[in-house]
Structures are given as structure tokens and as C-alpha cells.
């Protein structure tokens, strides 16, 4: 006997309190990336970037849905050189090679018909539900389905038509998540896309929208498949209205989102309204690190002489004084990271002092334009590389660390640094800790790089200091935690 683990109910409103699921962190993020944008958005490097991250959209969301399997270097291919079946081979794809191209295509497709449709300025509405539905799905002849008697089978796909029969999905044990019954659906929809346009009336921030109308939307599972396509497609559709990113979701991303989407179905949207959020936080961070050299390598010389005039330009703005405030603030947050390792290095001695040998643990902290700011570049470098960007020590570094000297060197690392090639008002904090080593010849080298954080904290001249301040904290904390655990393991 099947037990109901989510029994369908109409979809509920955002609550009147919905500002408190917003991700300050995101919003300040893009805002300082909104106002120092403008000279890269019409640059060839640019405008191919946006072209890459279309194109991972497209690949990885039939990803998701099981539509096709690719390697991650087949994938890397398609990504930079095109949609073409001569970039796939047998061992890439469990399909035929053209018709992943197909269903890679469609899914493109959809996504250039969104930024048609932000142009357009149209509001959504179930006759553009249907259509988006009808692409997403050109080549898709099939879906997995199950009989009245448990048994599975191929059914034929219906383009742009709404279910009439349930969809529900029953997971392991016989446990059955209900979605809308099929004639609710239009009703349902109506309720959505009047909800929708309040919120826009009501300038709800983009990722908690984007976040609400993804949930809701699959709640209601309007199609017989696809709906997962589909509430991608429409969350990143209220991203690119806002001037955001698409929302590029992975398969390294699965697990994670699946987890958020269990959480919005039990009443907390907050999880995933933070996954949106920190996807867009690495948009924003692989923007900001287009590299100067790609951009000399692409762009003709009038170009470059361009940027270098913008170059000039941007030194006069009076952004200069908005800037120095990410700068202050990342000063400050650099002295509360010091005075928080000062106090774990006290609790740090009453615990080693027994062992009544001489070990130590002290804190140290350099602020920006000291000498010793730009030291651990090698560090600070590699933990940027984990995350996919280039960290510039020249606009800004600041640093506080904790040494644990025992029979083993530890060192944790709070490094405070720039993002990208220009200076452009934010600021990267990354956490991580290393090991010492004596070699043969007598030096002492660092070893075991790790990075403690699982994001960095981002720090623009668009944050509240009190805002900023709590939430770095609670982040100094967690990566401080992982720092004395990795420091632990070595006893």
C-alpha cells in the first residue's frame, strides 16, 4: 500500500515577511557588478562568455532531467566550440550522437527565447508556458511512464499540452508525492502568474521569486514531462529581467538542489533561495575574472586602446569614494577576524600548556598597503583557482592567521583580497589552512593546502556594515570550526 508523503493542496503566496528570505549577500554582489559592468558588455570576450554559459545551461539541464549523459570533457568541447555532432563520440553519450545534439539544441533554443521575451518586456502567461514547453521538448519523442500496475514503459510525449491524467511520483518504499490533479491545472496556473505579477508590482528580490515561482510552478506539474525544464527555464527568466545571470545548475549541483527542493516542500523556501543565490555569487566571480590576456588575445587594437581609455576614465568617477568603502569594510572585517583567532589562540595554550612542552599558538593580522599584506600569494592563489576565479593581491590584501605550533606547524588563513583585473569595489575572503614541512636541505615549506570555506564571502561597497558583519561571523566561524578540525587530525 502506497503511503502519501505530500498530500496536494492549492499553492501558497510568498508570506508579507518575504524580505526575510532574501540573500543580502547576492544583492550587493550584484549590484557592485551591475555598476562596473558596463565596460566589459560590449567586448567580444564578454559577449562570448555569455554565449558559453548559455550553452552549459543548455547541456546541463537535460543532464538533470536524465535525458542524455555526456562526459565532462565531451561537455567541456560543446561548451567552447559549439553544438556539433563531430565533438561527440560513442564513448561520450549513451545516444546517438545527433540526438543529443537535438535535445541539446532545444533546450538553447528556450533559453534564447527567454532573452527575447526580457527584451519584448511580455508578461508571463500559460499560452507562453505552452510554447516554451513545445520547445523544450522538439525532439523529445518519449518519457518514462508507469501503468496502473506499477509497470514501466515509454509513452509518448505531448508538446505543449496539459496533463490529463496525475503525475504523481512515487519513490522508494511506495511513497507517493502528489502533485496537482490534471483538472486544477489551468486553475492553478491562473493563481501563479497573478501572484507573479504582484510580486513583480511589488519589486520582490529576483531570487527569492526566482526561487518561489521554480517551487511553485512544480507543485502544480502542468506537463506530463518536463516540468523541471520548464521551472528552470521561467526562474532564470525572472533572473534575466533583474540583469542577472542565467541560473546554470550542474550535475555536481544535483544533490544539493534536490535537497533545497525537499525543504521547500516542507516550508522552507530560505534553501533554496540561498542555492540561487550562491549560483549567481559564482557568475559573478567567473565574470569578473575574464582575463585581460583573453581579452588582448580577441579584441583588435582599437579595443584595447579603448579599455585603456576606460582605464583612465574610471580613476576620475567619483565611484572611486564607493569603492574605498568595500575596502574599509574589509579592513574592519580583517581586525575581527584577527581578534577572533586571538581568542581561540588563548583557549588554544590552556589545552597545549599541559603537555608541558614548548608549544605555542598566536594570532598575527596585516592590513592593506603593509609590507607583509601581500605575503601567502602562493596560497591565496590556489584557493582562488579552486574557485574558479583570479584574485588580485594589487587592488586589495589583508590577512589574519592563527599558528598552532606543536609537534606539527599548522597555519589557518583568513585571506582578504580583489577579484577580477581592475579594481571594482569587492573584495574576497577565502579561509584555509596548511601544514609545515622541514625538507632535506634544511627549509621549511608549506604543505596540505585546504580550502576551509565552501564559498567565499564576498565584501562591496553596496553592503551594510551591521548586515555584513553578522554574516561573516557566522562564515568566519564555520570555516575557524574546519581549520581546528584539520589542525586536530595531525595530533
Not at 569594510?329 to 583567532?341: E, I, K, P, S
Not at 605550533?405 to 589557518?412: E, K, L, N, S, V
Not at 561573516?472 to 589542525?487: Q, V
Request: glycine share 6%; aromatic share 10%; proline share 3%.
Amino acid at each position: 500500500m502506497s503511503t502519501i508523503s505530500h498530500i496536494w493542496s492549492p499553492i501558497e503566496d510568498l508570506p508579507e515577511n518575504w524580505s526575510t528570505l532574501a540573500n543580502t549577500q547576492v544583492t550587493s554582489v550584484m549590484k557592485a557588478w551591475q555598476q562596473q559592468a558596463d565596460h566589459l558588455r560590449e567586448t567580444d570576450v564578454y559577449k562570448d562568455f555569455l554565449v558559453r554559459m548559455r550553452r552549459q545551461w543548455a547541456i546541463e539541464t537535460g543532464i538533470l532531467e536524465r535525458l542524455y549523459t555526456i562526459t565532462d570533457g565531451a561537455t567541456m568541447t560543446l561548451i567552447e566550440k559549439g553544438f556539433d555532432a563531430v565533438f561527440l563520440s560513442h564513448e561520450d553519450t549513451e545516444l546517438p550522437e545527433p540526438k543529443v545534439i537535438n535535445l541539446i539544441r532545444d533546450q538553447y533554443n528556450a533559453i534564447e527565447g527567454l532573452l527575447e521575451f526580457v527584451l519584448e518586456d511580455r508578461n508571463l502567461g500559460k499560452s507562453y508556458l505552452r510554447q516554451l514547453h513545445q520547445v523544450i521538448t522538439a525532439h523529445q519523442d518519449t518519457y518514462d511512464a508507469t501503468d496502473s500496475l506499477g509497470h514501466s514503459f515509454k509513452a509518448e510525449m505531448t508538446r505543449g499540452d496539459w496533463k490529463r491524467l496525475p503525475n504523481n511520483v512515487e519513490g522508494p518504499g511506495s511513497v507517493v508525492f502528489e502533485f496537482c490533479p490534471p483538472e486544477q491545472v489551468e486553475s492553478e496556473l491562473d493563481r501563479l502568474i497573478g501572484m507573479h505579477e504582484k510580486h513583480r508590482a511589488e519589486g520582490v528580490s529576483p531570487e527569492v521569486e526566482a526561487a518561489w515561482l521554480h517551487h511553485r510552478f512544480l507543485l502544480i506539474h502542468p506537463f506530463v514531462d518536463g516540468n523541471g525544464r520548464v521551472a528552470r527555464c521561467i526562474a532564470t527568466l525572472v533572473l534575466l529581467r533583474a540583469g542577472w545571470f542565467p541560473l546554470v545548475i550542474t550535475r555536481s549541483d544535483r544533490s544539493t538542489y534536490l535537497s533545497a527542493l525537499y525543504e521547500a516542500d516542507k516550508g522552507n523556501l530560505g534553501a533554496l533561495v540561498d542555492f540561487f543565490s550562491d549560483i549567481q555569487r559564482k557568475a559573478v566571480r567567473d565574470a569578473m575574472s575574464l582575463s585581460e590576456e583573453v581579452i588582448q588575445e580577441t579584441a583588435a587594437i582599437q579595443s584595447v586602446l579603448d579599455r585603456a581609455a576606460r582605464k583612465y576614465a574610471k580613476r576620475q568617477q567619483e565611484r572611486a569614494a564607493e569603492y574605498e568603502q568595500a575596502a574599509t569594510l574589509a579592513g574592519a572585517l580583517t581586525v575581527l577576524a584577527h581578534q577572533r583567532m586571538e581568542e581561540i589562540a588563548a583557549d588554544i595554550k590552556g589545552v597545549i600548556r599541559k603537555e608541558g612542552k614548548s608549544y605555542q599558538s598566536y594570532a598575527r593580522a596585516a592590513q592593506t598597503k603593509e609590507n607583509k599584506s601581500r605575503w601567502f600569494m602562493y596560497q591565496i592563489a590556489s584557493s582562488a583557482k579552486e574557485f574558479g576565479y583570479f584574485a588580485n593581491t594589487e587592488t586589495y590584501a589583508s590577512w589574519a592567521v592563527l599558528d598552532i605550533d606543536t609537534d606539527t606547524r599548522t597555519r589557518i588563513l583568513v585571506s582578504f583580497h580583489g577579484i577580477g583585473h581592475d579594481w571594482n569595489g569587492v573584495v574576497v575572503s577565502t579561509v584555509m589552512a596548511f601544514r609545515f614541512q622541514t625538507t632535506e636541505e634544511g627549509r621549511t615549506e608549506p604543505v596540505d593546502l585546504k580550502c576551509l570555506c565552501t564559498e567565499p564571502f564576498e565584501i562591496t561597497f553596496a553592503d551594510e556594515p551591521v548586515n555584513i558583519e553578522q554574516r561573516f561571523r557566522k562564515w568566519l566561524e564555520a570555516g575557524l570550526i574546519a581549520g581546528l578540525d584539520y589542525w586536530q587530525q595531525s595530533i
